[in-house]
């Protein structure tokens, strides 16, 4: 039988060809489209299940508690939690630092961790840009000679505190020329009108383990790394509770402390906690706080500045830092 081949015949040949090729990519795509929904369904799901990003947020929550003087989440502000189809976990948050007795929203917390620890990362977006090192605290004596140490000092704070008008509250943190228990710091501070809110902890730096310092011959400050009002963690990271900075909750505060540090050293890893906490040496700060306490010589504070200027006559004090100012926002007694 034959079959004369025309120009109309090709045509229609290749179009059931294209359709039929068009038919097929259609059919893949919505299938690769229905599976990686599906795949995105299973993997939401069972994050959310398992708890992971409570937990994380919790942990670096912890970690900002030690490493970053007075900051903090709100109590109430929502979180942002999601993970990627590479399984990388991105979290969120706003954070805020006490100035007087009002929270001030200075940044946001952005946390990524992936399936390759070294690659995860922690950081703070700040609203207003970073210049300078906010908080140095200085160590009162050489960890290595014991040999008397002392701070570099700033003249300027004092004459900015006492140029501003009253009716404003002020940020300072200090260095102290002797180690005290965090007991005794609240109770050196008792005489002033003002809110302790953290203090740096030596943990054993530069005489357990070699941490990097600056300053000069007769001056030493390391990276902070604090003490403030501890915080736990209640069925399974769905609740937490943190303490202030109070007196009476000191020995708690104590408590929960260790305890998170050991909840970290034996069910997180090396890497876990180095990389995506941010948090070295912790073993070693760990047993140095076990065996020798809590010692600490310094203090970030808030508090209406003509409080803040009674501590320039105090000989205990050296190394002041003016940190951030506000209109009076303070309750009087």
């Known amino acids: 039988m034959n ?26 795509i919505l299938a690769t489209l229905f599976f ?42 929502i979180d942002s939690a999601e993970i990627t189809p590479f399984l990388t976990q991105k979290i969120s948050y706003p954070v805020y630092k006490m100035i007087g007795k009002e929270p001030e929203l200075v940044g946001t917390k952005q946390l990524a961790k992936r399936l390759v620890p070294m690659y995860s990362t ?3 977006e700040y609203l207003k840009p970073k210049t300078e090192r ?5 160590l009162p004596e050489h960890p290595k000679t014991g040999n008397k140490l002392e701070a570099n000092e700033d003249p300027s704070v004092w004459t900015k505190l006492d140029k501003v008008h009253e ?14 228990t965090p007991e005794e710091m609240l109770e050196f501070l008792k005489p002033y009108d003002l809110d302790v809110l953290w203090m740096p902890l030596y943990t054993g730096e530069l005489k357990e383990y070699e ?22 963690a209640h069925d399974g990271y769905n609740s937490t509770s ?16 260790l305890k998170q540090m050991k909840n970290l050293i034996e069910n997180e890893s090396a890497s876990y906690r180095e ?42 004090i050296q190394g002041a830092n003016l940190g951030d100012m506000s209109y009076w926002n303070w309750s009087e007694e």
């Open 3 to 28: 079959m004369d081949w025309t120009k109309d015949k090709e045509k229609k040949i290749l179009f059931k060809y294209r359709f039929a090729l068009t038919v097929k990519v259609i059919k893949v």
């Open 36 to 77: 990686f929904w599906l795949y995105m369904l299973v993997v939401s799901i069972s994050y959310h299940a398992l708890g992971l990003d409570k937990k994380h947020i919790f942990y670096s929550r912890v970690a900002m508690d030690w490493t970053q003087p007075n900051m903090q989440e709100e109590f109430g502000s």
């Open 122 to 124: 922690n950081q703070t």
């Open 134 to 138: 906010e908080y140095n605290f200085y």
């Open 167 to 180: 009716g404003t509250v002020a940020e300072l943190s200090f260095s102290t020329k002797k180690y005290m």
């Open 211 to 232: 941490e990097s310092w600056w300053g000069s011959s007769n001056s030493v400050s390391v990276a902070p790394f604090g003490f403030t009002g501890g915080r736990d």
């Open 242 to 257: 943190k303490n202030l900075l109070y007196e009476n909750l000191t020995d708690e505060n104590k408590k929960r402390m």
């Open 275 to 316: 990389n995506f906490l941010g948090l070295s040496h912790l073993e070693e700060r760990y047993d140095y706080l076990m065996k020798e306490g809590f010692q600490v010589y310094g203090a970030v504070v808030t508090g209406p500045v003509k409080e803040l200027l009674k501590l320039k006559e105090n000989e205990q």
